[in-house]
């Protein structure tokens, strides 16, 4: 089975297509913005155009326009193809990452990427890259002082670990290209985005 898949939720763009587990191309690009005008030209240059038997895509949480590009990429090629999408945490893909990083053996980590508003969002994984508990939004005083796991990773493990005074940081976004590291059992059909906080505005009349 051919699977392409997208990771655009923060400001890293990547793609890759695997037969099986096996990668055949794929691409990471630091983009900061314009993951819309890029996205659709690295899936094409994939073999085959990335034409793939399912696609996997990034939930978030992350960047809310990057989420959302990915998403609709992914739910228009599905739809083209006539094959599945799956949707999978932003937060699980980076924790399995650095389960593989942190050698000789896997152990727990805390994820730590950047979020809204200055906030940072969190997560705790087991050993087998599985979540420990919800994800959150939180200040970095807060992010500080709530503990965790030793080893932490993602875009803002080295300021979580400086602002704690221990543990291990791991600078780590989320590559596509190393999509097979994920549990499969964090797949989902359904693609419902991970924003990981509220949004900022309300509709009049709706209370907080």
């Known amino acids: 089975m051919k699977t392409l898949t997208i990771d ?9 297509l695997f037969d099986g587990d096996s990668l055949l191309a794929g691409e990471f690009r630091m983009l900061g913005r314009g993951h819309a005008e890029q996205l659709v030209p690295m899936i094409a240059a994939l073999p085959g155009r990335g034409r793939a038997d399912r696609i996997c895509v990034s939930l978030g949480p992350g960047s ?7 998403l609709a990429a992914a739910r228009a090629l599905g739809l083209a193809w006539k094959v599945p999408v799956l949707g999978y945490p932003t937060l699980a893909l980076v924790a399995a990452i650095a389960r593989a990083d942190a050698a ?9 990427m950047t979020g809204g508003h200055g906030e940072w969002f969190l997560q705790d994984f087991s050993a087998d890259g599985l979540p420990e508990g919800p994800l959150e939004s ?9 503990g965790g796991h030793a080893l932490v990773a993602g875009t803002q493990a080295e300021p979580l670990v ?30 419902t985005p991970l924003y990981g906080r509220a949004p900022d505005a309300k509709l009049p009349g709706v209370s907080a």
């Open 8 to 16: 655009c939720a923060t400001e890293g763009c990547s793609t890759a």
């Open 64 to 70: 809310f326009t990057g989420v959302r590009i990915g």
């Open 104 to 112: 000789p053996q896997p152990q727990p980590v805390t994820i730590c």
């Open 138 to 146: 939180l200040r970095p005083e807060a992010a500080a002082a709530r």
């Open 162 to 191: 400086a602002a704690r005074g221990h543990g291990t940081a791991l600078q780590l976004w989320p590559d596509a290209r190393r999509f097979p590291l994920l549990p499969p059992s964090l797949l989902t059909a359904a693609l």
